[in-house]
């Protein structure tokens, strides 16, 4: 008689497997910190943009912007750690995880999308190239990711944990280019961004994922209304809580403190950062008028090509 009945679960997503090839033990450097935001002034900020741009702006795609703002200011924690030494990036890319249904399972998976250079980009771009490989992740259409999902449904469940610290030796450890075996080119970037918010959860640390080399990830909750105490009054301001994981072995308290009053100046003084919205107002007139004179030109072209008799 078994202590349990038990039957083994036979449909599992790409992300499933991953994970249990990824995790052998609790053993971890993983520190845990969390940090309250003020949302008021960024939330309009982001219904403003939406007003002016008629893009869906979301709280995820300013995260991306304001912590690559914040890995620009803090070097030291754009890093990975190869043989024992800390080597710092010179570019730095935010990683966001995309909630997926597994076209061959129905499981629901994770997958990603990683926006390289941040730090140098407007919220606009941002936007439209975070949109767009979405779009080709959630359809299928991103050849890459479809063949690495791909190829980790192939492999045998016991082969899992030593495929995954293969590949993390030789692409960060090694620091090797494997594109030629079909792995893309730093595909999770500085840091890991995932939106819990967008689940209804409020609050949810994320673990540390060893073969990727990420030293810091963040997990945003939901916005919700609470009382705030300002100027000894007690007033109703929205808030998010914003969760972090780090690895100790490369960030510390000292980081962790200069981090978090950066990021809130961020979401508490949005122009300052994200940028000005008159600016943006201006730039976008700009290129609606660019595309009517573009028409316009292709309409007197038009009506200038001379008529052929038939």
Do not use: C
Request: aromatic letters at 10%.
């Amino acid at each position: 008689m078994p202590n349990l009945e038990l039957r083994k679960k036979t449909q599992l997503s790409s992300f499933r497997r991953i994970a249990i090839g990824t995790w052998k033990t609790a053993f971890d450097p993983s520190v845990y910190g969390s940090l309250k935001l003020s949302m008021d002034a960024a939330l309009a900020y982001r219904d403003a943009f939406r007003e002016i741009t008629g893009r869906h702006l979301t709280l995820s795609h300013m995260m991306a912007r304001a912590v690559a703002g914040v890995l620009h200011d803090m070097p030291d924690a754009n890093a990975i750690l190869r043989f024992n030494r800390i080597y710092l990036r010179d570019r730095i890319g935010v990683f966001f995880q995309v909630a997926l249904k597994d076209r061959d399972t129905g499981e629901i998976d994770l997958s990603g999308a990683t926006v390289h250079d941040a730090d140098q980009k407007s919220l606009l771009t941002i936007y439209d190239e975070f949109k767009a490989t979405v779009d080709n992740v959630r359809s299928g259409k991103d050849k890459e990711l479809e063949s690495t999902r791909n190829l980790f449904k192939s492999i045998p469940y016991f082969f899992l944990n030593i495929f995954l610290n293969t590949i993390g030796f030789l692409s960060f450890t090694l620091n090797l280019d494997l594109r030629f075996l079909g792995m893309p080119k730093d595909p999770f970037g500085s840091v890991m961004v995932t939106n819990v918010g967008s689940l209804g959860l409020e609050e949810a640390y994320v673990p540390l994922v060893p073969y990727s080399r990420v030293p810091l990830l963040l997990a945003m909750g939901a916005v919700r209304e609470e009382p705030v105490v300002e100027d000894g009054e007690i007033q109703v301001r929205k808030t998010m809580r914003v969760f972090a994981t780090f690895d100790h072995r490369i960030l510390d308290g000292s980081h962790a403190a200069k981090m978090s009053k950066n990021l809130k100046a961020w979401f508490e003084n949005p122009e300052d950062h994200f940028g000005s919205l008159d600016d943006l107002r201006q730039a976008v007139r700009a290129d609606e008028d660019e595309v009517v004179d573009a028409d316009e030109a292709e309409d007197i072209a038009a009506a200038a090509e001379p008529a052929h008799a038939h």
